[in-house]
């Protein structure tokens, strides 16, 4: 029988990096892949009193580990995973833990789990976020699964994770997919995040004219006040790097096409099912469609017509008024994500606990921030607080920003320099606050075309009115 503590299938970098994190945490390290060339890079570029021990073949790998065996995938997500899976049902035995690390699609999660568990075994859907430095050093980890699975694996899993504010940023936060439906949204509100930033550079890029060097100043300072998170401070540092080949900032050399691997998709393409409005998400994952149709756009600019992008703002006033739109923006798609998760939870008895889902986002992913340690606050206040903004801080918050927030909004529009995202978390929240919307007038076109009948405000029941008959 074998003795290592935990085998890794899939040494990408994630899976190399979580392998060496996992070893540095005292375990002993099963690891495989697929092809064998790059199990023996791997092993030759680590030095030889490091616990980890390679396997060239599956039946090699699982006979290294011990019992009850804990098997980490970490492979591309979809047929890669079911083939692998496939291939260790056999080889394995009731009370085994088989997790799946790869940004898996939750309904692949929920079918995966449903035929491991259906064998006896423990089956984990696990998002793991932070990218390649965060896999090594410590990433956050958003577990989905059984308790009695996850109990075999928390100390585990707990030590290797970043330490947040509140503790080790590792959870099991609900049954089945629940971990990989929590890493889903994570990437949305990743998304949107990065587009507003990307919008904040192009409004002071060319709405100010300002440097690479100025707008990096301008991040840096947002860094240290209420903005302070991951993704404000790699933006600073991508604006302060220059190009080795010496034409100026490299960000001004990269071709202007977003590319993605689907999350964000996934996570409005749930959001419509769901009918939640998570809708700057979704203006995120379709800005970056947009970005993609590059000779479109270029062929446009000649033929559409729009004003100087030059912002008719002052440049102190600009910034004040972009720090504020940021802010609120940040906030609006944070509470369109956890609005999102709640009504997952509902639809799909996760039972989420939206305060551990912000103290497990607190730190090591991608979309850490200063922020969360409020919003955890607050749905450790209220478990089933409808949206982020109705609670304080960020209702004042809010109330304060707001006036600069519409005024930087207007003045990008005004000088036809695109902000989906900024301009979507507004319209958003003025909808939301919005008691009386002009959804009237829609439910009368739907009965005037299609007899799809009304309500009326005054009385209860189902109306319908003959409109052509109306002179
Ligand atoms: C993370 C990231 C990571 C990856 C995504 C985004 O949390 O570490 O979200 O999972 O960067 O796959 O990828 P795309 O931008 O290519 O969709």
Same mark, same amino acid.
Request: aromatic fraction near 8%; charge should be negative; include cysteine.
């Given at each position: 029988?074998?003795?290592?503590?935990?085998?890794?299938?899939?040494?990408?970098?994630?899976?190399?990096?979580?392998?060496?994190?996992? =070893?540095?945490?005292?375990?002993?390290?099963?690891?495989?892949?697929?092809?064998?060339?790059?199990?023996?890079?791997?092993?030759?570029?680590?030095?030889?009193?490091?616990?980890?021990?390679?396997? !060239?073949?599956? =039946?090699?790998?699982?006979?290294?580990?011990?019992? #009850?065996?804990?098997?980490?995938?970490?492979?591309?997500?979809?047929? %890669?995973?079911?083939?692998? &899976?496939?291939?260790?049902?056999?080889? +394995?035995?009731?009370?085994?833990?088989?997790?799946?690390?790869?940004?898996?699609? !939750?309904?692949?999660?929920?079918?995966?789990?449903?035929?491991?568990?259906?064998?006896?075994?423990?089956?984990?859907? &696990?998002?793991?976020?932070?990218?390649?430095?965060?896999?090594?050093?410590?990433?956050?980890?958003?577990?989905?699964?059984?308790?009695?699975?996850?109990?075999?694996?928390?100390?585990?899993?707990?030590?290797?994770?970043?330490?947040?504010?509140?503790?080790?940023?590792?959870?099991?936060?609900?049954?089945?997919?629940?971990?990989?439906?929590?890493?889903?949204?994570?990437?949305?509100?990743?998304?949107?995040?990065?587009? *507003?930033?990307?919008?904040?550079?192009?409004?002071?890029?060319?709405?100010? =004219?300002?440097? %690479?060097?100025?707008?990096?100043?301008?991040?840096?300072?947002?860094?240290? *006040?209420?903005?302070?998170?991951?993704?404000?401070?790699?933006? =600073?540092?991508?604006?302060?790097?220059?190009?080795?080949?010496?034409?100026?900032?490299?960000?001004?050399?990269?071709?202007?096409? $977003?590319?993605?691997?689907?999350?964000?998709?996934?996570?409005? /393409?749930?959001?419509?099912?769901?009918?939640?409005?998570?809708?700057?998400?979704?203006?995120? @994952?379709? *800005?970056? &469609?947009?970005?993609?149709?590059?000779?479109?756009?270029?062929?446009?600019?000649?033929?559409?017509?729009?004003?100087?992008?030059?912002?008719?703002?002052?440049?102190?006033?600009? +910034?004040?008024?972009?720090?504020?739109?940021?802010?609120?923006?940040?906030?609006?798609?944070?509470?369109?994500?956890?609005?999102?998760?709640?009504?997952?939870?509902?639809?799909? $008895?996760?039972?989420?606990?939206?305060?551990?889902? *912000?103290?497990?986002?607190? $730190?090591?992913?991608?979309?850490?921030?200063?922020?969360?340690?409020?919003?955890?606050?607050?749905?450790?206040? /209220?478990?089933?607080?409808? !949206?982020?903004?109705?609670?304080?801080?960020? /209702?004042?918050?809010?109330?304060?920003?707001? %006036?600069?927030?519409?005024?930087? @909004?207007?003045?990008?529009?005004?000088?036809?320099? #695109?902000?989906?995202?900024?301009?979507?978390?507004?319209?958003?929240?003025?909808?939301?606050?919005? %008691?009386?919307?002009?959804?009237?007038?829609?439910?009368?076109?739907?009965?005037?075309?299609?007899?799809?009948?009304? /309500?009326?405000?005054?009385?209860?029941?189902?109306?319908?009115?003959?409109?052509?008959?109306?002179?």
């Amino acid at each position: 029988m074998g003795s290592m503590d935990i085998g890794v299938i899939g040494l990408a970098v994630m899976g190399q990096n979580l392998a060496l994190n996992i =070893e540095s945490r005292g375990y002993t390290v099963a690891v495989y892949n697929r092809t064998e060339a790059r199990t023996r890079a791997f092993i030759e570029s680590q030095s030889k009193s490091k616990a980890i021990e390679a396997a !060239y073949d599956i =039946e090699s790998f699982v006979a290294l580990l011990s019992r #009850p065996r804990k098997v980490l995938l970490m492979v591309k997500s979809g047929a %890669a995973t079911d083939a692998l &899976i496939e291939a260790l049902l056999p080889l +394995l035995e009731p009370g085994d833990i088989l997790m799946d690390g790869g940004n898996a699609h !939750y309904s692949d999660t929920d079918r995966r789990y449903a035929a491991a568990e259906r064998l006896g075994l423990h089956y984990l859907g &696990i998002g793991i976020s932070g990218g390649e430095t965060g896999a090594l050093l410590g990433p956050a980890i958003m577990v989905g699964g059984s308790l009695s699975g996850y109990e075999q694996v928390a100390p585990l899993l707990e030590s290797l994770a970043a330490v947040g504010p509140h503790g080790s940023c590792c959870a099991l936060l609900g049954p089945r997919s629940a971990g990989h439906y929590v890493k889903m949204i994570h990437n949305g509100i990743e998304y949107a995040l990065m587009q *507003a930033l990307c919008e904040a550079y192009d409004l002071m890029h060319r709405g100010l =004219e300002m440097s %690479a060097d100025e707008m990096a100043d301008v991040f840096g300072r947002w860094n240290d *006040a209420e903005l302070e998170s991951y993704l404000v401070a790699i933006t =600073e540092k991508i604006l302060r790097q220059q190009d080795p080949e010496g034409t100026g900032p490299l960000v001004e050399m990269i071709l202007d096409t $977003a590319a993605q691997k689907g999350t964000g998709k996934w996570s409005s /393409q749930s959001a419509l099912d769901l009918g939640t409005p998570s809708a700057s998400i979704a203006a995120a @994952v379709f *800005a970056r &469609i947009t970005s993609s149709l590059k000779a479109e756009r270029s062929a446009a600019e000649m033929l559409l017509a729009g004003p100087h992008p030059r912002l008719s703002m002052r440049r102190d006033e600009a +910034l004040d008024a972009l720090f504020s739109t940021l802010l609120l923006a940040f906030l609006t798609v944070y509470g369109q994500g956890f609005r999102q998760l709640q009504d997952a939870s509902q639809d799909r $008895a996760y039972a989420l606990d939206l305060s551990e889902v *912000a103290r497990v986002w607190m $730190a090591g992913c991608i979309i850490r921030a200063r922020l969360l340690v409020p919003m955890g606050k607050a749905f450790a206040r /209220q478990p089933d607080l409808a !949206y982020l903004l109705l609670a304080e801080p960020f /209702q004042s918050l809010w109330n304060k920003h707001q %006036a600069s927030f519409r005024s930087m @909004v207007a003045c990008a529009h005004e000088a036809g320099i #695109p902000v989906p995202a900024m301009s979507s978390a507004l319209n958003f929240v003025d909808t939301y606050r919005t %008691a009386r919307l002009p959804a009237n007038l829609l439910q009368a076109q739907r009965d005037y075309f299609g007899a799809h009948t009304y /309500q009326r405000i005054d009385r209860d029941g189902i109306e319908h009115t003959n409109w052509e008959q109306v002179r």
